[in-house]
C-alpha cells in the first residue's frame, strides 16, 4: 500500500533542528527539556504509527496567524513563503497560541478571528488536493484558562474562535487538542507552554485518534 503524506504548518511546537526551512527560529531542542531526538517530537510518532511520509513540516517558532508582532512578515502562517511548499494527502495547521500568549503587540479577538478566517479560505482554495485539519492550541499552564491577555481575550475564547471559524467550512476539519485538560506538575508541559516528551507522546495520541 502506497504511503500517503502530510505537512505540518506550525509554530515552535513542532520544530526541531534540522527539519524546518533554512532561517526559521527553531525551538527543540532545547536546553532543560527532554526532547532530545527527533523520533520524540509528536510529528515524528504521528508519522510513525499512521505510516505517513512527511513533505515538509513549515513550522516557525514564536509565529503567529495575525501578521502582528516584530518577527518578519513572511512568519504568518498565511504568507506566501510558508503556503507555497505544503501538500500531500493531509496537512495540519496548528497554531494561535502565540497570537494570544504574545506580551509584545498581541492582536484583538476579532483581528486574530479575521487572520484565522483569511487563512482557512485561502487554504481551502489553495490545497484543495489535501484534507486540511485545523488544531485549537493545546491548553497552557504559564496562563489560566480565563485570564485576559493584554487585549482582553482568554485562552478559553482563543479556542472557541478557532472552533466557530473552522465549524464554517465543510472542507475544514478541527482537531480539539483544547479539550485535554492540562494542570501545572503534571508532566505535560516543561514550560507552562512546550510538550515534555511525554507531552509529545499525549499529543501524538491525541491527534492520531482524530485523524
Not at 33 to 40: A, C, I, M, Q, T
Not at 193 to 202: F, N
Not at 205 to 211: G, H, M, R, T, V
Amino acid at each position: 500500500m502506497q504511503k500517503r503524506t502530510f505537512s505540518i504548518l506550525g509554530d515552535s511546537i513542532s520544530t526541531f533542528r534540522g527539519y524546518n526551512p533554512h532561517g526559521y527560529e527553531i525551538f527543540y531542542p532545547f536546553e532543560g527539556f527532554d526532547v532530545l531526538s527527533v523520533k520524540e517530537t509528536w510529528w515524528s510518532l504521528l508519522s510513525a504509527r499512521l505510516n505517513l511520509t512527511l513533505i515538509i513540516n513549515e513550522s516557525w517558532a514564536g509565529s503567529r496567524i495575525s501578521r502582528t508582532g516584530s518577527r518578519p512578515a513572511t512568519s504568518c502562517f498565511a504568507d506566501e513563503k510558508r503556503q507555497q511548499h505544503l501538500g500531500g494527502d493531509l496537512i495540519i495547521v496548528f497554531g494561535g497560541t502565540n497570537d494570544y500568549g504574545a506580551e509584545e503587540d498581541p492582536p484583538t479577538r476579532a483581528l486574530f478571528a479575521k487572520a484565522y478566517r483569511d487563512l482557512v479560505e485561502s487554504m481551502g482554495e489553495r490545497h484543495r488536493a489535501s484534507t486540511l485539519y485545523f488544531c485549537t492550541p493545546l491548553q497552557r499552564t504559564d496562563h489560566s484558562l480565563t485570564a485576559p491577555n493584554a487585549q482582553g481575550w482568554t485562552q478559553v475564547d482563543l479556542a472557541q474562535t478557532i472552533r466557530d471559524i473552522v465549524g464554517e467550512y465543510p472542507f475544514a476539519h478541527l482537531i480539539d487538542l483544547a479539550l485535554y485538560p492540562i494542570a501545572t506538575g503534571d508532566g505535560f508541559l516543561t514550560d507552562g507552554l512546550h510538550p515534555s516528551k511525554r507531552g509529545m507522546e499525549t499529543l501524538a495520541s491525541l491527534i492520531e485518534a482524530a485523524l
